[in-house]
């Protein structure tokens, strides 16, 4: 089991930044690609960005691409995801993610691919 929790959400006016963190406990969570989605109310939960194992290979949605970046540190078991230029249409609770079977250099946007979920810290972005 991993289990993980998500930190440093809030409320940014446009064009601001934060930088939210996704610390893991229990099973070792080095070799896991770990991704960041988000929820928006009445809406899907969708997907924002993804890392492998080691940080070499990361990928993004095209609506983030170029103003977020997602990095990671093992020896601190935490991922990260630092948002910059936001907009209100940012607003939403993000989601960190674990998967078990996405291995070395595998990612994937897919809910379905991620095994392990935080609880979610909520983003508000004011215009």
């Known amino acids: 089991q991993v289990q993980l929790m998500e930190s440093g959400g809030g409320l940014v006016q446009a064009g601001g930044s934060l930088r939210l963190s996704c610390a893991a406990s229990?099973?070792?969570?080095?070799?896991?690609?770990v991704a960041w989605f988000r929820q928006a109310p009445g809406k899907e939960r969708e997907f924002v960005a993804a890392?492998?194992?080691?940080?070499?290979?990361?990928y993004y949605a095209d609506s983030v691409k170029g103003r977020f970046t997602i990095s990671r540190d093992n020896a601190k078991n935490t991922v990260y995801l630092q948002m910059n230029s936001l907009k209100p249409e940012d607003t939403a609770v993000y989601y960190c993610?674990?998967?078990?079977?996405?291995?070395?250099?595998?990612?994937?946007?897919?809910?379905?691919?991620?095994?392990?979920w935080g609880q979610g810290t909520q983003v508000t972005v004011s215009s």
């Open positions: 229990g099973r070792t969570f080095s070799s896991h690609t």
């Open positions: 993610a674990a998967s078990v079977g996405l291995l070395g250099t595998r990612v994937s946007a897919m809910r379905a691919r991620y095994d392990y």
């Open positions: 890392i492998t194992w080691s940080g070499a290979i990361t």
